[in-house]
């Protein structure tokens, strides 16, 4: 009988501390409702602790998500570990994960503690969240360049604690997958208490190789779990993705032989919703989600496929969703339509007074643009002044000329709060012409670090575009997105939500495990 793999998705947690990604809470319910259509297994829906912004979506996904088990990352003190229990409060199913640093580097320079300290806040931490919560993950953070001897002794104490799973990152991504593999297979031979916990791999991709030390952790080290992230998203270059893992275990179910829960098919529209909430494109020759990822252009590839699909794909596209992509909106569709769609598609709007005016913004990309797909309707829904309805900055009309030889001009209306503002400003082109001009009313500072252009559907200049900004002020890195078939209102639109989300100034801590 083969064995079950859990799956345990960190897109909300890990994904998030990737730089310019941070989410709202309507944000990360919606993509919290998806990975539960996804059939994760387990969503570290984010830090309580660290801020009361990531404290209310975990406690949202805890109260509304209830097919997955719902986790909250706490470090190894009592205050983090009460508040993840605070807010996992009203889930069906909950689980604390808490961590503490174990290698030599992170315990003198980071944390400034002795090993016998570290060894007594894991010990009692886990026996703290224990009493709260049945359901206790540990950490030791930089695992993998952890001394073995030290490492045991800390996992066998907190699994004597109440510890049920022991999940061993590979933090700063330095492993390879067959040290990796026969590392955590080690543990889990010298650890005399160790079948009773779930053991799991958590990996970085810094090398890129991180889909291959976790299944070499699974495969060698007999893990049963695998912390990953949609489309691989997470800090520096990463985390491993779960798309590839999920694909790998069930194309090469003969080798790993595993089950699985997953539903592959929601995979493809989880890596729309992520990406675009994100503002994090998905290179074209990405693994499963990219746009090439089941695209022939050798004319002998092509001959192959034609006769006999195998000769070249191993996997089918539609089993992970792609070729779902069906023209289900148009300019004559009415609300119930709309509105149904949005169920569909996982989006929730909190009042009628939203869905009215995600409607009317429907109704009016309808007149513009003949065939609506879901991904404009998902651009169209993350447009923050649809989705949160206090938000500062809105755009309220734009007009630019540009002419060859003549310097582009733009005047912009925004109101910010209830004050609307009209400004005009020249640039290289309409697009900076317009940043400009917005920006010399706000007067922000913040640095403009990355301005990209994606088309939300291919093979029509009707296509919407996605601009996605990013702004660096003070340390701190947002993302802003915005989608209209009007490239410049879009990139208005994508600069006035990174502004939005500068002006929210939510304070975070950051964490890594």
Known sequence: MADQLIIFDTTLRDGEQSPGASMTRDEKLRIARQLERLKVDVIEAGFAASSNGDFEAVKAIANQVRESTICSLARANDRDIARAAEALAGAQRSRIHTFIATSALHMDKKLRMTPDQVFEQAKLAVRFARNLCGDIEFSPEDGYRSDMDFLCRVLEAVIDEGATT???????????PELYGHFIKTLRERIPNSD?????????????????????????????QVECTINGLGERAGNTSLEEIVMAVKTR????????NIDASQIVPASRMVSQTTGFVVQPNKAVVGANAFAHASGIHQDGVLKARDTYEIMRAEDVGWGSNKIVLGKLSGRNAFKQRLQELGIEMQS??????AFARFKDLADRKSEIFDEDILAL????????EHEFYRLVSLSQHSETGERPQAAVVFAAGEVEHSADSDGNGPVDASLKAIESKVGSGAELVLYSVNAITSGSTESQGEVTVRLQLGGRVVNGVGADPDIVVASAKAYLAALNKLHSNLERVAAQG
Do not use: M, Q
């Open 196 to 224: 009773k916990a779930i053991w799991s791999v958590h990996c970085h991709n810094d090398l890129g190789l991180a889909v291959a030390n976790s299944l070499a952790g699974v495969k060698i080290g007999g893990a049963r």
């Open 381 to 388: 829904v993350s447009d923050e002044s649809v989705t949160r």
């Open 253 to 260: 179910r003969d080798y790993f032989n595993l089950d699985l």
């Open 166 to 176: 022991i999940n061993v990152p590979d933090t700063v991504g330095y492993a390879v």
């Open 352 to 357: 009628e007074g939203e869905i009215n005016t």
